[in-house]
């Protein structure tokens, strides 16, 4: 529960409020009655505009501490702002009668909504978010204007209302558009990534086994989100050799070896990517325990990086290196892990295993 917490308030200092969101909904399902987590949840719900869950949480606030004033606050204003919110109406209904500033903050989906005011002002006092949405109401059919908004909306980190957009202009362009689709398939993978980096980052503060299992949970899952996607795009065009490179990639991360190594095979077509996807294949290779097959994916990931050094190459080397090693192609493992070290000498274990080499020469 403190890590989820903790994750939630990463989002909101990197204003990925829909992040939060996310995690904060995931401390709910485990502890729907915690007074801390409905407390943030329900500030959250309110500044994403969702006021109905929002009360929600501060009624069990309520239930649990009838006497806390804050939660009474909040329902009784989260109650107007809804109505407010509803019916369209000018947001300055919640500024106090002395003119101040209410004490909580407008929520998003207030700021979305603006009162009408003369043409002459209208453009002049919008935000980018309000005169995409102006411009969609004026002429629905311009396209352009959905992928407008729908940027807006991601520079905001708010990948709901961005993908709702693209729906909206998915149904206006067509479902034979595919601009529409293929962005939607994108803030997909951009959200899950967005997702996995604050759990990273989480973990770098605190290196918990707890919030390490998270940065894994999310690892899979944007593993499976992007092989999805990539899979549906290699089947839409099936001679884009990128697209089997990383839908390659992706069933390999999967632990699905031989379904990928095809893929990858197809991708070497491709002279951009050849070079890794012969490392790719030669680790894939070397999973199945076809060793020869691995070695020699190995060589030619090697000779296709030529004299220039690279991290690919590197990897290529160290992988040649210990593999050879396991074969007791004692001659050949040197001679790849010490132009390794020629390289870069504290490269992994570069150093030990060439010690090793020596050692097993010895021992006979």
């Known amino acids: 529960m403190p890590t989820l917490l903790a994750l939630a308030d990463a989002c909101e200092q990197l204003q990925g409020q829909e992040s939060q969101l996310y995690f904060l909904k995931c401390a709910l399902n485990t502890s729907a009655l915690d007074l801390q987590v409905n407390r943030q949840a329900g500030m ?43 019916g369209g109406y000018n947001s300055t209904m919640l500024t106090a009668e002395d003119g101040t500033p209410p004490s909580t903050g407008h929520s998003v989906a207030m700021h979305a909504r603006h009162a009408e005011t003369p043409e002459e002002d209208a453009t002049v006092n919008l935000t980018p978010e309000q005169r995409m949405q102006k411009a969609i109401a004026k002429d629905p059919a311009d396209t352009e204007n959905y992928f407008r908004l729908a940027d807006v909306y991601l520079h905001q980190k708010k990948f709901e209302d961005a993908e709702k957009v693209l729906g909206c202009g998915q149904q206006v362009a067509g479902v034979s558009d595919l601009r529409f689709l293929e962005r939607i398939e994108d803030l997909q993978m951009q959200r899950i990534n967005h997702q996995l980096a604050i759990a990273e980052q989480q973990y770098q503060q605190d290196s918990s086994e707890q919030n390490l299992q998270l940065v894994h949970q999310f690892r ?66 070397q999973k199945i325990e076809q060793y020869k097959l691995a070695l020699s994916h190995y060589e030619q990931a090697i000779d296709a990086c030529g004299e220039q050094d690279s991290e690919t190459r590197r990897l290529s080397l160290y992988r040649a290196g210990v593999l050879s090693t396991g074969l007791r192609e004692l001659d050949l493992a040197e001679r790849f892990l010490t132009v390794l070290a020629g390289l870069d000498y504290s490269y992994r274990d570069v150093a030990e295993r060439l010690d090793k080499i020596t050692q097993l020469r010895n021992s006979g």
């Not at 109905?52 to 606030?61: S, Y």
């Not at 009474?72 to 204003?77: D, E």
């Open 220 to 285: 899979k899952q944007t593993n499976q989100i992007e092989l999805e996607i990539f899979a549906v795009r290699s089947q839409r065009d099936p001679e884009n050799l990128r697209l089997k490179f990383e839908f390659g990639l992706r069933m390999k991360r999967a632990g699905k070896t031989k379904e990928a190594i095809p893929l990858l095979q197809a991708s070497r077509g491709d002279l951009q990517r050849k070079t890794i996807a012969l490392l790719e294949l030669g680790e894939c290779f």
């Open 44 to 86: 959250a719900l309110q500044k994403m505009g969702q006021f109905d869950q929002a009360i929600a949480c501060w009624q069990r606030v309520m239930q649990a501490s009838p006497q806390d004033e804050e939660a009474r606050q909040a329902i009784s204003r989260l109650s107007v702002e809804k109505t407010i919110s509803d």
